[in-house]
């Protein structure tokens, strides 16, 4: 194992900058997940790590060593590719021991390690099949366990799941985090599925065009997004983002208004004041949003609107929302849906479940994951 440094690393591919000057530490024995939209930088900082892109400028270090003139061969990394790249005319047990066979093993630990490896991977009894008498999660196993028995200093997942059905990709997902405890073994996890981010991350990493937008646990960026980009990045339905302008201070209450004249209320951190000519946003959460009974007494912030998308999913659904101005709100909840499109609703969310960030999107206000 070892950890992994990138210190001020750069890439382009002719005129475009695709990396820019990122540092991140990656520690030993974790999990780290790199996350953000197509194109953001996520899968070449993987292959800079690995050997196959070399750095404009910056240093790549594992362990104690930089590495940027290693070739990936003595890089001593193991990659996961989102293909599978399975050798079509060996058989599973061939497959994962090809690696070791190149490297001069001798037949006996290559034998011992594939036979374990399978056995972690409840493929053992599949090792004399060929990658066309495998399921899609089966052939992904044996692309992990082709990995694991190189021994390496960390593995790297190049969104493993991608190709997988909604179904498989739950089931493997359990089965990796599974893997990441039992072989505490440095990772680093590329997707841009937040919900594999957060089921497998020690420390998740948000990346928009090539900069690293915020570091920290699943939780920190759940709870504390460092701006409205990662707010609404993080999370199964994203944050919904409303813009609202100061209206006036009480003690430590602030009263801001959504330009329907709806009052919205927010508690303040001490010592904080607000313009009344700049436009601020409000975040809060589908989970944290409720639809009011029409008789029911709520003191929180309430916004009235018009249905126009319910979804049930059976456990829990989404509705869809739309303001008087055409503005869409996304719900949701834990129960059987029963709104239906063009119901009149009133939403009801407490101000303690509240995000407020500046007219550029940086939080101000947010949720200590510590008090949470």
């Given at each position: ?39 953001c930088g996520k899968s070449t900082i993987l292959r800079i790590i690995c050997g196959l892109e070399d750095v404009?400028s910056g240093e790549v270090i594992i362990g104690d060593k930089c590495v940027n003139d290693v070739p990936p ?300």
């Amino acid at each position: 194992m070892a950890s992994i440094i990138l210190k001020n690393v750069s890439k382009s591919f002719r005129d475009s900058r695709i990396i820019k000057n990122v540092d991140l530490t990656m520690e030993d024995g974790k999990c780290t997940v790199l996350v953000g939209p197509s194109g953001c930088g996520k899968s070449t900082i993987l292959r800079i790590i690995c050997g196959l892109e070399d750095v404009d400028s910056g240093e790549v270090i594992i362990g104690d060593k930089c590495v940027n003139d290693v070739p990936p061969a003595n890089r001593g990394i193991a990659m996961v590719f989102q293909s599978y790249a399975l050798y079509p005319h060996m058989t599973v047990f061939e497959n994962m021991a090809f690696a070791l066979q190149v490297r001069k093993f001798k037949k006996d630990e290559i034998e011992k390690r594939v036979t374990e490896t399978a056995k972690i991977l409840k493929i053992d009894h599949l090792i004399h099949r060929k990658p066309k008498e495998l399921s899609g999660g089966q052939r992904q196993r044996v692309a992990i366990g082709r990995a694991i028995v190189r021994n390496p200093y960390a593995f790297l997942f190049d969104e493993p799941l991608s190709n997988l059905d909604s179904a498989l990709r739950c089931q493997m997902r359990y089965e990796l985090a599974r893997l990441k405890v039992q072989l505490n073994t440095t990772m680093i996890y590329v997707t841009h599925d937040q919900s594999e981010a957060m089921t497998l991350a020690d420390k998740i990493v948000v990346m928009r065009d090539g900069v690293v937008e915020q570091v920290g646990s699943p939780l920190e960026l759940y709870n504390s997004p460092i701006n409205t980009f990662v707010a609404q990045f993080m999370g199964s339905s994203k944050m919904n983002i409303l813009p609202i302008f100061f209206s006036s201070n009480a003690g430590k209450l602030s009263l801001f208004q959504y330009h329907t004249k709806e009052q919205l209320s927010f508690y303040l951190r001490e010592n904080l004041e607000y313009e009344t000519d700049k436009v601020y946003y409000l975040g809060v959460r589908p989970e944290d949003i409720e639809v009011l009974h029409p008789d029911a007494l709520f003191f929180g912030n309430k916004l009235d609107g018009v249905v126009s998308l319910s979804e049930n999913l059976g456990g829990e659904g989404f509705i869809h929302v739309t303001l008087g101005d055409g503005f869409s709100i996304t719900v949701k909840s834990k129960r059987n849906i029963t709104e239906r499109v063009g119901n009149n609703v009133r939403l009801g969310f407490s101000i303690d479940n509240c995000y407020l960030f500046d007219g550029e999107g940086n939080a101000i206000l947010g949720i200590n994951p510590n008090n949470s």
